[in-house]
């Protein structure tokens, strides 16, 4: 029987070249002396048939502009949802102490600061829940075997659960909060925004404390989590010598039910503690622009701070890549939290910048000038990963005719034909999934960045507590009426950026699906994205919201 290395099947999908196929190995033949012969190993399409290639092609460029469609409103609807997310985080900040009854304007530094790092505590709780929540929503519990759990019902149990872990946090932002009150770190000091980072590290509390409780629930309360433990029990007492399995009585054996150790707070805590440094330098990035005010620095420092801005996401990029292909990571997710979080984290204040431009003929520039080197950017790394493929594939391909050059007993000890091929298939496999999940992440950040930063600089500019996002010096004598028209214009700039951001991304999967990009995994994680991309989008709200506040 002949077999199949496993390729990307879907009738969405231009195959880069012919498939491979194994027909040259008989059922009697060992694999390591299989000959290939020329034509099974005739990967580049023959010249007769390149017209029919080309009608081909140009039929499956108008077969993908449906699809291309139904993956826009997935994105579209999750990026409305994480923008409505980041927008309610930002409406909580900017209300600093709601006890007081007053502005937040009109609160004084301290209170506003304590106000602030209780949020932060609120905040990241309320986000890390409702993280939680879709996976929990799928299961089935042992006590209520024909009840869908909902919403409702998920949310107590880790509420319950998570109680004194929130306690905990909140009473440790509130302990940072009198430390920075009472001591020099509120004046001379404040600008190393050591309330930050240490409200980071406690912030992790939270983190460590409901990934416990997710898994005890999980372990211990659902059918899958206990058939689980009940599958790894079995396979322990199966491992035990007969001497030790017939030295116990059988009618002194007493069923016990599986049971799951929990694993200890400080061990989960140093578990998570990579998610906190990833963190601390998210926040220490905006504390350099916080520093460095490119907002008032001029129409060239603007435009440089972009153009570093996109340099430093594709190094990270980059960087992710190689990562990934050293360590052979297949998972989407993965690759999409590694891409993701800096890509939103940088478009994010590279946005900021431009709307310190105050200027909408600046800002409309800008934006199409973003949305063209994204055409070209995505454009150029699709035609190098198509060309990286091929090279490999016509280096597989000269390797297989040296290969069916050589006598059979020569190749003894060496690579087969079929592990090759194998091998080859399941590294196209890799490099195409990286591929989609960091156009999947660009796209998802660009979305999410023009509503972090629109929010942003909608809530705090002219806060006299956020000096760094000043943008115009006469914001003291604009009244109320003015105030209005410029959140209008604002608005009407959000709308603007998402809509050439919508074309340029329909446009851009169009012709991806056409080559070869295969997006359906993506598709089917449109779920877990939304949440993933919803935390990030909080987080970039937490992370300004905190460094930005001043008292300068």
Known sequence: MASQAPILASPRVAPLRESFSFTSVTSDQPVRDAVVSKSAIALLPRPENRQLQHYSTQLRLQLQWRPAAKLQLLMLRNAVGCVVAAGL?????????????KSSTEQSRPEFLMATLVWTAVVHSVKMTAAYLPSLMTQRFLKFPDYTPGLWFCAKKLVKGTSSYFAVSLAGMVAIGLLIQHTSLMCEHFGYKLHFYLGNLLNLVFTTGIAIVARRIYYEETYLGHDQVSDNSESRQAAHSAATRAATPPARKAHRPPNYRSTSFWREYMVQFPKAILVAFCGAFVHLVSWYGALNRGTMVIMGFTILGIVIKLALQEAARHYILKKQIRSVRTMCVLVGLPTVLIDTQTRIVLL????????????????AAEICLRVGKAAFVLWTIRRRANA????????????????????????????????????ISYHTAEVTADM?????????????VFWWVGHPLYPALQVTETESAMNLQD??????????MLAFQFMVENVVDYVCVVMEMAAGIDFERIESLSTFLGVLFMMMAVLNINLSSVVYLSVT
């Open 483 to 492: 105030v209005a028209r410029w959140r209008f214009n604002q608005g009407a």
């Open 89 to 101: 985080a930002n409406g909580c900040f900017y209300s600093g102490n709601i006890f007081s009854l």
């Open 444 to 456: 998802y950040a660009e979305y999410i960045s023009i509503g972090c930063s629109q929010s942003i």
């Open 396 to 431: 597989l391909e000269q390797k297989l005719l040296d290969l069916s050059a050589t006598a059979p007993q020569s190749r003894e000890g060496g690579p087969s034909p079929t592990s090759l091929k194998l091998e080859f298939e399941l590294w196209k496999r890799q490099v």
């Open 356 to 371: 310190g431009t105050q200027t909408n003929t600046f800002l409309v520039a800008g934006t199409v000038a973003m949305a």
